[in-house]
């Protein structure tokens, strides 16, 4: 079973910095793509960043040329680096990791979240 852990969030002041990680351990090996979604107070959990098992990165609009996601292979870690900070990325920041086993079935595994607060 795959495991996620994440790590990094915190409070910034708007224009900063902050890079989450997300540690992941078991069936490293079949997951086909990891994603960062996050969620604001009363919205719906959303993706924001998305790298495949090839490489491939994309992102939702209101992130692109702020944030960056990336992976470590050696540390079996994935990381989000946010810049330019606005209040309005102010939310919980979920690391998700998809896997498919054998039959086809796709499971999504998910981190515990983690608090990002941005302050004007």
């Known amino acids: 079973q795959v495991q996620l852990v994440e790590s990094g969030g915190g409070l910034v002041q708007a224009g900063g910095s902050l890079r989450l990680s997300c540690a992941v351990s078991g069936g490293i090996s079949s997951i086909v793509s990891m994603k960062w979604y996050r969620q604001a107070p009363g919205k719906q959990r959303d993706m924001v960043a998305i790298?495949?098992?090839?490489?491939?990165?994309n992102y939702v609009d209101s992130v692109k040329g702020r944030f960056t996601i990336s992976r470590d292979n050696a540390k079996n870690t994935v990381y989000l680096q946010m810049n330019s900070l606005k209040p309005d990325d102010t939310a919980v920041y979920y690391c998700?990791?998809?896997?498919?086993?054998?039959?086809?079935?796709?499971?999504?595994?998910w981190g515990q979240g983690t608090q990002v607060t941005v302050s004007s």
């Open positions: 998700n990791a998809v896997q498919y086993q054998g039959t086809g079935r796709r499971i999504d595994y």
């Open positions: 790298i495949t098992s090839s490489g491939i990165t």
